[in-house]
């Protein structure tokens, strides 16, 4: 028996407008009164997650940065990844070479390369509110939960994913067709949603996880069946099963509509 829904927000539970849909808030509903456990796990900041979750009236935990922060019902911070400085740095350097956008985040503060904002912009959904500039003189004095490399060259991000994959101290990913993220190398969504279900004494074979991009892989491999999206990226759908619905559709709500027998 499911015990635990797990959703990745864009591309999966949000619709292409970040919005989510009436008919999910019911079928989310239904679930908490059923007694089944509904968490989000986003790359998104707790900040930029706390609408939907307010939205969706949750609970639970919140898996936020890819897994590098998990928060309580309270917003409280339970868990925390940072990455080596040291690494940041050849992150920084590299983004440069390669003329990327470099963007990371710790808690609430968001950081921008020094004279991209503008450029940054177009890549988000929401403008930058008050980012902090970073550049070679003081990106020492910061530390970042999320490195995130912003491009709308595929190939580069590939290059760039397999380049940083060779650090040990990192996991790198596209999140997004046109995102790079960057992890410390013991964190991803998938060790995330382990760390809750042993907190909730939950066997992994009673969780389900709804994903669509390379940033989720970790979490469909663990949980007891891994779900992905019928606007998915292709690698994705040849490894897990697809449900026959878009993010866009409210596919996650309606599989789980079928799935629990939801009168809705």
């Known amino acids: 028996m499911y015990k635990l829904i797990v959703s990745d927000l864009d ?31 986003t790359g ?15 609970d639970t935990e919140i898996i936020c940065n890819n897994g590098t922060t998990i928060y309580n019902s309270n917003g409280d911070l339970i ?8 690494i ?12 990327c956008i ?19 912009n177009t890549f988000l959904y929401n403008p930058l509110d008050n980012p902090i500039e970073i550049n070679l003189d003081n990106i020492n004095q910061y530390i970042f939960e999320k490195i995130v ?6 190939n580069k991000l590939k290059y760039l994913s397999n380049f940083f994959n060779q650090y040990d101290e990192i996991n790198a990913f ?19 949603v382990k760390t809750l279900a042993n907190l909730k004494n939950i066997d992994l074979k009673n969780v389900i996880a709804f994903g669509d991009a390379f940033n989720d892989y970790e979490m469909l491999k663990v949980a007891g ?17 697809t449900i026959g619905f878009t993010n866009d559709e409210s596919g996650v709500a309606k599989y789980l509509a079928n799935l629990f027998l939801l009168n809705k």
Do not use: C, W
Not at 48 to 56: C, I, P
Not at 226 to 239: C, R, S, W
């Open 79 to 86: 868990f925390q990844r940072t990455i080596d400085p040291k």
């Open 174 to 192: 596209i999140s997004q067709e046109d995102y790079l993220d960057i992890v410390h190398f013991e964190t991803s969504k998938g060790q995330a």
């Open 11 to 41: 591309g999966t539970l949000v619709d292409s407008n970040k919005n989510v849909s009436e008919y999910t808030k019911d079928i989310v509903n239904l679930l908490k009164q059923k007694g089944i456990e509904f968490i989000i796990a």
């Open 225 to 241: 069946k891994g779900l992905v999206m019928g606007n998915a990226f292709e690698d994705l759908k040849k490894e897990f099963e």
């Open 88 to 99: 940041t740095l050849e992150v920084f350097k590299k983004s440069l070479e390669e003329n």
């Open 149 to 154: 490399l912003m491009d709308k060259n595929g």
């Open 102 to 120: 470099f963007f990371a985040t710790y808690g609430v503060q968001v950081f921008i390369g020094e004279g991209t904002i503008e450029e940054a």
């Open 44 to 58: 998104r900041s707790y900040k930029g997650a706390k609408h939907v979750y307010d939205t969706l009236k949750l």
